[in-house]
C-alpha cells in the first residue's frame, strides 16, 4: 500500500514525456496538478493512464458545494486513483464532491481525500495570517475528522501529522519531504522519506527532490527504499 508519487510539476506535457524517459519500467505513481493540467487538460490524464501510470490528479478544489459537486462529476469520468479538495470547504462541500465522483461509474473508484492544512503553513502563519488561534494539528485533526464525516477516504497534510490520520483510520498523502541534505524551499512542515515512514504515511508526495535532481531516478530509487 505504501507508496512513492512524484509531483509532476512541469510546464508542459514535453518536460513532462522528457521528465519520464529515463523511468522505463518503473510505472511510477504521478501527481498532475494545476500546473501541467491548466496547459494540457484532461487529455494528458486519458493518455497517461492508457500508458499505466497511477493518477493523482491534484486540483484541490474549494468552491460552494453544487459547483464543486458538478466539477467532480466531469473530473470522475478520468477515472484517476486520487483526487482532492480543499477541506476547509466545510462537510457540506465535501460530500457534494464524493457525490459528483459517485456520479459515474469511473469516478466511483476514484479516492478522494482533502488537504487540511498545505504544508507550506507554519503555525505562526495559521495564527497571524488566517487567524485561526489553534495548534496546527488540531486544526489538522478537526479538518480529517470532518473528512470523515463527509465519507472521504483520507486526507493531505505533513508526515508530522500522519499518526493522528492513522488514528482516525484514514490514509495519509504527506507532501512536505525532502532528503536530510535538501534545500526546504517554500515548505514549512517537513520530513525525509525515512521519517515520514516511521511517522506512518501511506503516500509521500515528492516533487522538487526528484524533478529537480541531477538524477531524478536515482533520486525516486531512494524515496522508494526509505520510504517504502
Ligand atoms: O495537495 C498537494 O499535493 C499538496 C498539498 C500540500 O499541503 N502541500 C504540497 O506541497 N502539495 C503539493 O505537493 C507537491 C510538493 O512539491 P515539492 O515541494 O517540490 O516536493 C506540490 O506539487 C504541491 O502542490
Redesign the pocket.
Known sequence: MRDVII?C?FKNQEELFKFLEPFKGENPYL?I?MEIFYKEGPELVKKLHQMGFKIFL?L?LHDIPNTVEKAMRNLGELGVEIT?VHAAGGIKMMEAARRGLDATEAGKKTELIA?TM???ISQEALEDELLIKENLADVVKTYALNAKKAGLQGV?CSALEAPIIKELGLIS?T???RFADDSV???KRVATPSYAKELGSTYI?????I?AAEDPLAAYKRCVKEFC
Do not use: C, M
Open positions: 509531483a510539476d501527481k496538478g491534484d484541490k482532492n488537504v498545505l504544508t507550506s493531505v498523502v507532501p512536505g519531504i524551499n517554500d515548505q508526495v515528492v516533487g522538487r527532490s524533478t
